[in-house]
């Protein structure tokens, strides 16, 4: 049995208030914290002298080790476009658990990350949800497949058009989607002795069946009216990546119930589409109802400013609690991962990050890092970042 206690910290639980005392890790576990508790004779202590005490953030839509950086062609593994519908595609199959970003992201503070395949495909494959410290990826799954990607909008539509191919148009890419979704609908409707080997009707099924979320890139209202209205055709659980005009029907995206995870932020108008972006979308969308997570899409934006980008909201109206929580509980809660990760409560991974003081003031840095109860990242006496051996 280990058991650790993380004392003088200012514990920030994202569930619950604040306060200033300590955290105790039982075999990679919280087994208890607050501002009193005592501690037990056989624990190794860790005096935080102060710092705050964070649960280890989340980014839930990334690219990170399947879009690596520095390697060009040879590290692009993002889109297999070679087809329309590729559902049966699966992310963890491309994923270099050693590449550079990782390491970026344990130094952010990041400890949990969503990576998907990307959005060149109307339906572009199965995402997979990750801890961020692993020497193989199949060691650092937190849930297999978490989502199933697909895009609307200017992605497929200009891949194919270029190709002058089914899907050039925005009507082409619904139909695209709706034809895979009604082909697979049909093929689980047969007695199981009955279906052929389909590996693609099998992925969609597990989305109709509402065992995972179908994961919409979207950026135009227009489009994610449109996906609003597939969700509501097929009866599935939609989960809107970007949004970046979501503010504008705001209501009817709270009406739905349907999440947005909103990013990136700190980039240019580089398309049509993206036009519109505001840092102020998190909090307006938040205040309209919506759950909101903030994302970097990794390495559209690197993944350790993600902390950048909720304090970037902060700053346009969003408040400060409900920005950590964008980061935090909320793509926890997105992802179906909230019994394990996203706040610091009795039972949860020890996925715990002690930062120098309030991470949303971008001048502080993180001191120490644990995943599962496990130190994976603290500096040396020159301040600089050491990752523990994966």
């Not at 559902?87 to 050693?98: H, K, L």
């Not at 992802?335 to 949860?348: D, F, M, P, Q």
């Amino acid at each position: 049995m280990t058991l650790t206690a993380i004392t003088h910290a200012h514990v920030v639980p994202i569930e619950g208030a604040p306060f200033d005392g300590t955290v105790l890790v039982r075999d990679g576990r919280i087994a208890d914290l607050g501002p009193a508790l005592e501690i037990p004779a056989d624990a190794e202590v860790v005096d935080a002298g102060g710092g705050w005490l964070l649960p280890g953030f989340i980014d839930a839509h990334v690219h990170l080790g399947v879009d690596e950086e520095g390697e060009g062609w040879a590290g692009q593994d993002t889109n297999e476009m070679t087809d329309p519908v590729m559902a049966a595609a699966r992310a963890i199959d491309a994923i270099n658990p050693v590449e550079v970003g990782f390491d970026d992201a344990i130094i952010g503070g990041i400890t949990t990350v969503n990576v998907n395949p990307g959005s060149g495909n109307p339906i572009g494959g199965l995402a997979v949800a990750l801890h961020t410290h692993g020497r193989v990826v199949d060691e650092m799954v937190l849930r297999s497949p978490s989502g199933l990607k697909a895009a609307l909008g200017e992605n497929p539509k200009r891949v194919y058009g270029e190709r002058n191919q089914t899907p050039s148009t925005r009507l082409g890419v619904a139909l695209t989607i709706r034809q895979a979704l009604a082909k697979a609908r049909a093929w689980a409707a047969k007695p199981a002795e009955e279906r052929d080997a389909d590996l693609v009707s099998e992925a969609l099924a597990r989305v109709l069946e509402r065992e995972i979320p179908w994961r919409q890139h979207s950026h135009r209202a227009d489009d994610i009216a449109t996906a609003l209205r597939i969700a509501e055709e097929f009866g599935i659980d939609l989960v809107l990546d970007h949004g970046t005009e979501s503010y504008l029907i705001a209501d009817r995206i709270a009406a739905a119930g349907v999440p947005v995870l909103y990013g990136p932020l700190i980039v240019s108008r580089s398309k049509v589409e993206v036009r519109h972006r505001t840092p102020k979308a998190p909090g307006l969308l938040t205040e309209a109802g919506v759950k909101v997570s903030i994302i970097t899409d990794h390495p559209v934006v690197p993944i350790e400013f993600l902390i950048d980008q909720a304090a970037l909201a902060v700053k346009h109206g969003m408040a400060p609690a409900e920005a950590l929580r964008a980061i935090t509980l909320n793509p926890a809660e997105v992802l179906g991962l909230a019994e394990r990760v996203g706040s610091l409560e009795v039972g949860k991974d020890a996925d715990l990050v002690l930062w120098e003081g309030d991470p949303l003031d971008v001048r502080h840095r993180t001191l120490r890092v644990w995943q599962g109860g496990r130190e994976v990242m603290r500096r040396d006496a020159s301040g600089e970042p050491v990752i523990a051996p994966r």
